[in-house]
């Protein structure tokens, strides 16, 4: 089971190591926001940002938690109701054991049950199709492709759009990877 804690400063140090080149960087955050190398100083930057409009999350192993397994980010727009799931990452070491649907159910626990919003989005590049199969059976639909947004290596990355309404969570029961600790408010 995993649990899920505000992230501090003091992760930095596996998530940098997580990040093993610039197209890791631009796969877990996009094409904004970091740059190659990322280092705790970019890290602490992004930390400073956590609030209201931002959540930043680390989740633990709860047999080992001192341990990261892994991290996400809830942009959230409260007068429109509406939240965006970001900067998601597992531990290259820990990935295949369940983390990301146990990470995204707790998200999805978060945005729908605890700050009430209406609509849960995305986006994930379309060539990582684990993840893409990952959100469409935690019950995210596709909206749309943006094509070639971002070039790393010489090629073009698109980018799908995708989101989850409340009355579809609500209408799904409790879903998969239940945790038992809930982050900060």
Request: net charge negative.
């Amino acid at each position: 089971m995993i649990g899920m804690r505000d992230f501090d400063e003091a992760d930095a140090p596996a998530l940098v190591s997580w990040v093993d080149g610039p197209a890791a960087l631009v796969m877990w955050s996009g094409p904004t926001g970091f740059t190659w190398p990322l280092d705790r100083a970019q890290l602490a930057r992004y930390a400073a940002k956590a609030g209201p409009g931002l959540r930043i999350w680390t989740f633990i192993d709860e047999e080992h938690p001192a341990e990261a397994v892994a991290h996400a980010s809830l942009t959230v727009d409260p007068q429109g109701r509406t939240a965006r799931l970001g900067r998601v990452l597992v531990d290259p070491a820990q990935r295949g054991r369940g983390i990301g649907a146990a990470l995204v159910g707790a998200v999805q626990r978060v945005a729908f049950d605890d700050m009430g919003v209406h609509r849960l989005g995305l986006g994930v590049f379309a060539h990582n199709s684990t993840a893409v199969a990952l959100y469409e059976r935690l019950g995210f639909v596709r909206e749309g492709l943006s094509r070639e947004v971002v070039e790393v290596d010489g090629a073009w990355w698109s980018s799908i759009e995708m989101s989850m309404l409340d009355r579809e969570w609500h209408g799904r029961g409790p879903g998969p990877g239940a945790t038992t600790s809930t982050p900060g408010r």
